[in-house]
């Protein structure tokens, strides 16, 4: 199966620090992927690099084999590739029906429109509920966002990812400050997404990273040193020891 | 609590009205006011229709403040831009239909939109605050200097406007003017609701609450703003040539600082971000002022000062912001 997304020895330093080394990843449709690493690993500028956010110092970004390198952020988003926030970003004062609607209207190309209003167009309307309703948002379609709660709005940030229809989904901590019991939530929430959508999530949660990926990718000091399934994963020294340090062979020693 | 227990028991879509039916009311009360105004007030036609001006312009104000964040000091440069255009047609060109010259203001108003939109939207927050007073200055100064056409600090005067539709003359009284006003602000007041509520205001809404989310929604947040500007300074110029018509002159204070600033004032007066807002901060900052500064002329800028201070402490979202809130409230508590 051919690449949608591909990211090709991309290389960013600040001043004599190099923050990303020759980092190379390759995504098929449909694929569920898991980036994680300790802290300090890089994966934040990974993820700011690769949306256009920072320039890398050499490398490139793919899209469907097209280099969408020198893109904008907004440029790339619009060739379909899209990212949720660690930290949501959301406007308090509108309603999830709003933004889902606005992020349907966008993606058609109708968000400049001066006249019109989303609740006369039926089609807007059926997708925006649909979404809604698959997330389980529908009874908050009205309250504004500010007035939800944080899980909620977790979750309207994957239901306007998908509101967006993107090609590659990067999903940067997707139950970050989500009590550990409603992780579940999120998790359904993720099960709905389309089949054919290239997934790439960053997440500290273990038990949700080794339910939702198919495959883990493993940076540390700005490396990949793992590539390969989640079974594999918790078994590689290297990745052991990126973790845990010295402590890696205490177990074996003990 | 559980994020389920909360989509539970939250309470199911807050009804939110039927959007025509409150701007059919919205109207009305204008026009009710607007009738009010005209028999409670016949010998204040002139300030009334002042009023009316000035609206135009914290509505265009409205348009980038309240509705996409934009900070500035600077939106007279919009409303003169359209006063001295209207007038410059009038007294150099001979363009005295006085439709034409309310045409002539907008487009004027909409490129000093644009050239100051670009200037002013390449800063944020402090940097763009001050670039904007940069601009207003600027546009004074340009004005002050060129008094060929704009007659510099002496004014522009001789406008001589054209019976409107060839049938009311422009009276001594200010009926005609003030007549004309309420018809260019209702006109616009209908347009710019069905703009607010566009798929375009929306955007225009979500870039001031958080413009790095509108931009990854691949949305330009720049463009987006520049078009709101070019519109914001239409309305503006629709004001500031409704002034020239009515007042036949145009002096060099429609350019100031002083007026950028009191637009700004009566917009937070009556609450940023609503149409109804900027109409009630005009009316009251323009009234209090009037009367304020009969009664007590040394004083009622203290005044004035004392009230803006009251407001923004105890109703932050303004006037009509802070009502409109009490009334949801009320409503919602009952059952």
């Known amino acids: 199966m051919s690449a949608i997304f591909e990211v090709e020895r991309l290389k960013k330093s600040f001043g004599g620090l190099d923050v990303t080394k020759d980092v190379s990843l390759s995504m098929a449709r449909g694929d569920r992927l898991a980036l994680i690493g300790p802290n300090g690993a890089g994966k934040t500028t990974f993820v700011n690099l690769v949306t256009g956010h920072l320039q890398p110092s050499s490398g490139r970004v793919l899209m469907d084999g097209e280099d969408i390198s020198r893109f904008n952020p907004m440029r ?9 926030f660690q930290v949501t970003r959301l406007f308090s004062e509108m309603t999830p029906e ?13 968000s400049g429109r001066m006249a019109e209003n989303f609740h006369a167009m039926p089609q807007v309307m059926r997708e925006m509920r649909g979404i809604l309703e698959t997330l389980n948002l529908g009874a908050l379609a009205t309250v504004p966002v500010g007035e939800i709660a944080y899980g909620q709005q977790r979750l309207l940030e994957i239901a306007l990812a998908m509101a967006l229809r993107p090609k590659v989904l990067l999903l940067d901590e997707p139950a970050a400050g989500v009590p550990h019991s409603d992780t579940f939530l999120i998790e359904n929430a993720l099960a709905q997404l389309p089949d054919d959508l290239a997934v790439l999530m960053i997440e500290h ?3 949700l990273v080794f339910r939702f990926a198919k495959r883990v990718v493993v940076l540390a000091a700005g490396e990949i040193i793992f590539d390969g399934s989640p079974r594999d994963v918790t078994e590689d020294a290297r990745v052991r020891e990126a973790y845990l340090g010295s402590y890696a062979h205490a177990g074996s020693a003990a | ?39 409670l007030f016949p010998d204040n036609l002139a300030l009334l229709t002042r009023i009316i001006a000035i609206m135009l312009l914290v509505l265009s104000l409205d348009l980038v403040t309240g509705y996409c964040g934009v900070a500035t000091l600077g939106h007279a440069a919009l409303f003169g831009a359209g006063a001295y255009a209207a007038g410059i047609a009038a007294v150099t060109f001979g363009i005295t239909e006085p439709l034409s010259m309310i045409g002539i203001g907008a487009i004027a108003g909409a490129v000093a939109g644009l050239v100051s939109g670009v200037v002013i939207l390449r ?21 002050n200097k060129a008094s060929t056409y704009t007659g510099g600090s002496d004014g522009l005067s001789g406008i001589a406007p054209d019976p409107l539709f060839g049938l009311f003359e422009f009276d001594l009284w200010g009926r005609t003017a003030y007549a004309f006003g309420i018809v260019l602000l209702v006109l616009v007041f209908v347009l710019l609701r069905i703009l607010v509520r566009s798929p375009f205001g929306m955007l225009c809404r979500g870039i001031r609450q ?16 520049i078009k709101m500007y070019v519109i914001s300074g239409a309305v503006a110029g629709i004001g500031g040539a409704l002034n020239a018509v009515s007042t036949q002159v145009v002096g060099l204070d429609s350019l100031s600082f002083t007026n950028s600033a009191e637009a700004l004032v009566m917009l937070v007066l009556g609450g940023a971000g609503s149409l109804y807002g900027a109409f009630v901060g005009t009316i009251v900052f323009m009234w209090f002022e009037h009367v304020v500064s009969a009664a007590n002329p040394f004083h009622w800028l203290t005044i004035v000062g004392a009230l803006l201070i009251t407001v923004v402490l105890f109703a932050p979202k303004g006037l009509y912001g802070t009502a409109a809130n009490l009334a949801k409230r009320f409503a919602r508590s009952r059952p």
């Open chain 1, 76 to 84: 790339r988003v619009r060739a379909g590739l899209v990212r949720s």
């Open chain 1, 98 to 110: 709003e933004h889902v609607a606005l992020a349907i209207l966008q993606r058609e190309g109708k």
């Open chain 1, 205 to 207: 949660d273990m038990d």
């Open chain 2, 1 to 39: 609590m559980s994020a389920t227990d909360i989509s539970t028991s939250a309470a199911p879509a807050v009804h939110t009205g039927r959007p025509w039916q409150r701007d059919l009311i919205g109207i009305a009360v204008i026009l009710l006011a607007a009738i009010g105004g005209y028999f």
């Open chain 2, 123 to 143: 800063g944020h927050g402090l940097a763009q605050l001050v670039l904007s007073i940069a601009v207003i200055h600027l546009f004074h100064e340009a004005a």
């Open chain 2, 210 to 225: 958080d413009p790095i989310r509108v931009s990854a929604m691949g949305a330009s947040v720049k463009a987006s703003l």
